[in-house]
C-alpha cells in the first residue's frame, strides 16, 4: 500500500475500488473461503418462467412457515397425558378432567396472545404444505421430469411426501382432543393389523396397550424434532440436486436439450420468489385469521368410549379412511391369531403398493419404453398418453376414496341409507380408475391431433393446386396469441454503460 | 460445489440499452406506482400487526394486518420482479454431468482393483468384518424397540370384566334394574375400572334395554337377555372405534332404507 495519507472523499472511493464497501466485502470473504466464482455462478443460475416451476415452492415455502410458527407452538404446548382439572376462560370445559396435552392446547389458544393464529396458521399451513407436494409431484409426473438423470430426486420428493404426511398425523394427533384421538386408536388398530409383528409393533409404539402414557411424548419428539430434521436434510438434498442437475425445460424456441432458457437467480428470480415467499406466507396467516379449523375444545377432551358424528382426519389421510371405511369385513382367524385384513389390505397394503408405484415408477417406465436416454426437455402430457393416462386413473382412484371418507356426513346429507352409500362407493372406486384411463388416453390423442390446441383457432386457406386437387392449410397463429420474446442471451456478468457521444475529458473539481 | 473439470462461464457483459435488460412491462412508470402503492398498503398492514399485537387484539385482526403485510410486500416484490426487471430471456449452458471415459475408469478402478481387491485377498476378515456388523445391526435394534414396551402375551384377549361384576356408568354409578327405558342404551364398565385408560379403552361395553321381558336373541340363550338386557362390547372389531349410533336414536332408516 502506498504511504499516502487518504484524505479526500474521493481518493477513498477509488481505494476502495469500483464497487465500494460491498465490494470490499466481497473480496474479504473470497480471501477466506474462495466464494467469488462459485457465488456468481449460483447468482447466474438460470430458472425457467414457466408458472408449474413455481408449485414446489409452495411446497417449500409453507414448510418454513411450518417451522416458524411450530417452534412459537412448542413454548406452550405441554406433551404429558397426565390428568389435570381445566381452568381457564373457556367455559364449557373449566372443572373438567383433561389431559395436559389437551389442557394446553385449550389454553394457548385462548390465553397465549397470537397463540391461535398461529395454532391454526400451523395448521393450515400443512393442509397446504401436503397440497403443494401432491400437485407439484404430479407436474413432475405428466411432464416427465422425473427421468434421466433425475430418478434420484424423484425418489427423495417421494419419501419427502411419505415423511410430510406421516407428520401431518403425528402433529394432528398431539391435541389429545376427541377427533385426533380416534386417529390415534386407528392407527394403533392399523399397526395391530400387520401379520406377524404387528401386536409387537403396536404394543411397542404406544409402550403397551392402548392408550397408555407413552404415545403422546412419544409422537411430541417425532413430531417437533426427528421427522423435521430428516425432512430438513432431504429438501436440502432435494435443492442441492437440483442445483447440480440444473432445471428442466419445456421444449421451445431457443430451448434445447443443451441449456436452459430464463431468469437468473439474482437479481430477477431472488425477488420474485421472495415476493412469493411472503404471499404464500400471507395467504397462510389470512387462512388463520379467517378460516376456522380443528376448534378442539367443541370436540371436547378424548375419551376411548365417546365418538362424534363427521369425524373425517385432514385431506391428505382420506384416501386411507376412505379406503377402511369401504373395504369388505374380511378377516382370517385360527391358530390362534386373528389377522384383519379388512384393515390389513386397505390401510397396510394398499398405501404400500401405492408407494412403492410411486418410487418404482422410472424404472418402470425405462423398462417398458426401453428409454435410457438423458431429457432435459419435458415432455408435453398430451404427448404421452399412456403415462398420462395411468397418472389420471390412479388420481380418480384416490378422488374417489377420499369421497369415501366421507360416507356418514353423504348419507346424512342426501338423506340416503348409509349402507346405499358404502355401496356405492364401492362400485364408484372400483370403476373410477377404469373409466379414467380411456377417456384420458382418448383426449390425449385427440388434442395430438388438434392444430395449435389452446390457442385460437385460424382460418383454413383452401388453395387449389394447378392439377386441380384441393389442399386446407392452417393459417399462422394470430401474432398476439404467439409468445414474443428476444432471442435468449447468457446473463450479463458486467453491465457497461454506452460511450457517450463526444468524450472529451473534462477538468474534474477535487473536493478538498 | 465448484467442480475443476466444468468448464469455465465466460464473463460476458451486455451494454445498459440492450433490449434485454429492459422490464418488460409497456409502461414502467405506471408499474411503479401500482408497487409503490402495495408496498405502502404491506407496510401500513404490518406495522397495523405490531400495534395489534401491542394491545392485544383479537386473533382475526392480529391475522389479517399480519397476512395483508406479507401479501401486499409479496405482490409487489412479485411484480417488481416480474414487470421492472431486466425481461431476458437469458440462457445458460448445460454441460453433461458425465465424466470422460477415463476418469469413469479410474472410479471404477480405486473402487474395485484398489479396494475390493483388499478385501478378496482377505476373505476371512472380510467374512468376519460383514458378520459382526451385520449382528451388531440387528442387536441394535433391541434397545430400539424392545425397550419401549411390554410383549403383549395374552393382553389382546381379556377384559376386566369378571363374573359378578357390578355394572357402573362412566360417573362410577352403579346401573339397577330399574333405571332403563325400553329403547334406551347407556355404556357401562367393570366397577372400579371406569375412570382408568384401560378401562374405557378395553371394557367399555354398551347396554341396551329391549324390553321389560326375559329376551332370548338365540336358541339357547335363554338365560342371556334378561328383563330385557342385552349387553355387547362397545368396540367395534374394525378398528376398534366406539360404536355409538343406537338406530333407535336415529333419524329412521339411517342403516337400511326401509
Known sequence: MSS???????????????????????NELDDRLGVAKGGRSFLDKIFPDHWSFMLGEIALYSFLVLLVTGVFLTLYYVP??????YHGPYLPLVGQKVTQAYASTVNLSFSVRAGLLMRQMHHWACDIFVGALVVHMARIFFTGAFRKPRELNWTIGVTLLTLAIANGFLGYSLPDDLVSGTGIRIAYSIMLSIPLVGTYLAFFVFGGNFPGTAIIPRFFILHVLIVPLVILGLVGAHLALLVRQKHTQFPGPGREENNVVGSPMFPVFMAKTTGYLFGVSGVIALLGAFAQINPIWQFGPYDAARISYAVQPDWYMGFLDGALRIFPAWSFMGFGHTIPLEVTIPAVIFPGLLFGLAYAWPALERRVTGDHAIHHLLDRPSLRPKRTAAGVAVLALLSALFIASSTDVIANFFHISLNTVLWAMRVIVIVSPFVAYPITYKICKELQGVHGAGKRKTPNLVVRTDEGEYLAEPTPAYPEDVHQELEPTPVPTFIEEPEPESAAPGVRVVER | ???????????????????????????PHVVEAVIAGLMVVGTLCTAGFGAAFWVNAKPWILGATLGGGLLFLGLGLIAWGKYLMPRGPFVEERHPLANDEAEREGLASVVMDRGASVIKRRPLLGGLLGGGMGIFGIVAMFPLLRSL?????????????????YLVDQTGRRIHEGDLAVGSIVTVFPEGTENTDRGQAVDQTVLIRLSNENYVTQKGRATWGPKGYVAYSKLCTHLGCPVGLYEQQLQPGFWERS
Open chain 1, 80 to 85: 404429558s397425558s397426565a390428568i389435570v382439572t
Open chain 2, 149 to 165: 414396551g411390554p410383549l403383549p402375551k395374552g393382553t389382546l384377549f381379556h377384559t376386566d370384566w369378571r363374573k359378578g361384576s
Open chain 1, 4 to 26: 499516502e495519507v487518504i484524505n479526500t472523499k474521493r481518493a477513498k472511493q477509488e481505494a476502495a475500488g469500483p464497487y465500494g464497501k460491498v465490494g470490499h466485502a466481497l
Open chain 2, 1 to 27: 460445489m465448484s467442480d475443476e473439470s466444468r468448464t469455465p462461464v465466460a464473463l460476458a457483459g451486455l451494454r445498459a440499452d440492450d433490449p434485454h435488460l429492459e422490464p418488460s412491462a409497456r409502461n
